[in-house]
């Protein structure tokens, strides 16, 4: 009996220390959702993934996401996919700003601005929480980020669709990334040009958790 204590401790301890080294290895939390798809260059040709939300440079002016990991659903992927070797033609790439995004991330951002007229509130679905929404920008074809209209969540009349108070060149490009987007099966949002849904995005539901929650 008492060799069998040890050694049974010890079996444990290897499989402490295996698991452990399992929740080493993936330097980030497993997929949210098996709903959701991740966007890599394989599935998105030239994507240069600028998750804002996981960096300072957000409304909140801090992470709320444990990644720069971008989750969509796979029909949202492949549409996009068709968008990104429309724009490599012209000498452009595909940034992503956001795309799904978890109710606590949703709560995060309306805490910093609870404005209706910009944010979904927490008690309504946001479009972003259904995998069917992407938050995009431009880059040219080495991944340099171009400008664009506005930046990300600047909720002023730069970002709506009018682009007739932003540089010539810039309205351009807006413009290009727009005509993509429409020919590939997405509408936009009047006051925020950067922001796309999949047409049927009400088909889909929410999907709620991930990370934190
Ligand atoms: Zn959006």
């Not at 549409?79 to 949703?106: C, F, H, M, S, T």
């Not at 682009?163 to 936009?188: Q, W």
Request: net charge positive; proline share 6%.
């Amino acid at each position: 009996m008492r060799r069998k204590l040890p050694l049974a401790c010890s079996l444990q301890s290897v499989a402490l220390f295996g698991l452990l080294l399992l929740a080493a290895g993936s330097s980030s939390p497993a997929n949210p959702d098996e709903r959701l798809v991740e966007v890599t260059s394989d599935n998105m040709p030239g994507v240069v993934l600028e998750m804002r939300y996981a960096t300072e440079r957000n409304i909140t002016g801090k992470s709320i996401y444990p990644d720069g990991k971008a989750w969509l659903r796979m029909e949202t992927i492949r549409k996009l996919a068709k968008v990104a070797r429309n724009l490599e033609e012209k000498g452009y790439r595909l940034v992503i700003w956001d795309a799904w995004r978890p109710a606590y991330a949703q709560k995060a951002l309306w805490a910093s601005k609870p404005d209706g007229r910009f944010l979904t509130p927490p008690n309504k679905i946001s479009r972003h929480a259904r995998g069917t929404s992407v938050d995009l920008s431009l880059a040219d074809k080495n991944g340099k980020i171009l400008e664009m209209p506005s930046d990300h969540d600047e909720f002023n009349a730069k970002a709506d669709e009018d682009f007739s108070d932003v540089p010539k060149e810039v309205a351009k490009r807006a413009r290009i990334l727009r005509n993509a987007m429409f020919a590939a099966g997405f509408s936009g949002v009047p006051d925020e040009w950067w922001h796309y849904d999949l047409r049927d995005w009400a088909a889909y539901e929410a999907i709620q958790g991930g990370g934190k929650d």
